[in-house]
């Protein structure tokens, strides 16, 4: 019984020794792992049953209304176009929609994102507060922003762009 006790509860063979023995000492037995978890953007953990991803994007800029911030989400832009292939569906509102204009500093950046199997959906509010002309392609849609709620209400994995 010495033996037993001087085993380290992390050692899984001590553990499974005390298990296979039928030693009434084993229900006790606990085994304490040390904390793994890492949660490093949890926004980005896509959805399992389709490999998805809905990325809504609020402004024309990133985090300050400045060129600083635009190139900030230039940056942003070309990742997705470049390197994330699991996005299925993007959601411009608000000023976001701004990217749709060809006068915009980012809209060959948009652009890249239309060529792509993306789904585009456009708020009709904010197309039509910001006066932008909505020229509709193929994987694009035009939603009232009431639609557009109920459609982020089901999302499973979205990220927002601020």
Known sequence: MKNRENK??????SYHELYAAGSSTASAAVIEEPETD?????????????????VLIKHDYYSSDTEHGRELLGAFLDVLADEFSKVSRIFLIDSGVKLLDPGNPLHASFCMLEKMEYSIVCCRESIDEFEVEFEKKDNDSLMSMHEIALELMNVPYLYTID
Do not use: V
Request: charged content about 15%.
């Open 8 to 13: 380290s509860s992390n050692d899984n063979g």
């Open 38 to 54: 890492l949660n490093l953007f949890p926004d980005l953990i896509l959805d399992d049953s389709n490999g998805s991803l809905t």
